[in-house]
């Protein structure tokens, strides 16, 4: 079983930053995608941007130029770094990782795994 901790968000004023974090809890497991998903109230959740093993990037459009996802793939931990912050990024923000839970010699399976979400709050 594999635990994701998310740790950075709060409340920020319009144009500020904020970095966001995701741990997975073992590193044992080989972890595909990771990503970050945001879910305002009222709204469904939405993709904002993930990122495979290899470090390739996607974003949603609405955050391209302003924010940044990166990963450490040996402490299984994937980053997001917000920058000039608006009112409607704000939202409950959840870290997805899709982890290897099992493989043979020509297969593998996948899980999802999803965060517990942290607060981004962002003033106007």
């Known amino acids: 079983q594999v635990q994701l901790v998310e740790s950075g968000g709060g409340l920020v004023q319009a144009g500020g930053s904020l970095r966001l974090s995701c741990a997975a809890s073992?590193?044992?497991?080989?972890?595909?995608?990771m990503g970050w998903y945001r879910q305002a109230l009222g709204k469904q959740r939405e993709l904002v941007a993930t990122i495979t093993s290899r470090g390739n990037t996607n974003y949603a459009d609405s955050v391209k130029g302003r924010f940044t996802i990166s990963r450490d793939n040996a402490q299984n931990t994937v980053y997001l770094q917000m920058n000039t912050l608006r009112p409607e990024d704000t939202a409950v923000y959840y870290c997805?990782?899709?982890?290897?839970?099992?493989?043979?010699?020509?297969?593998?399976?996948?899980?999802?795994?999803w965060g517990q979400g942290t607060q981004v709050t962002v003033s106007s």
């Open positions: 073992e590193t044992t497991f080989t972890i595909n995608d």
């Open positions: 997805n990782a899709i982890v290897v839970i099992a493989r043979g010699r020509t297969w593998y399976d996948e899980k999802d795994y």
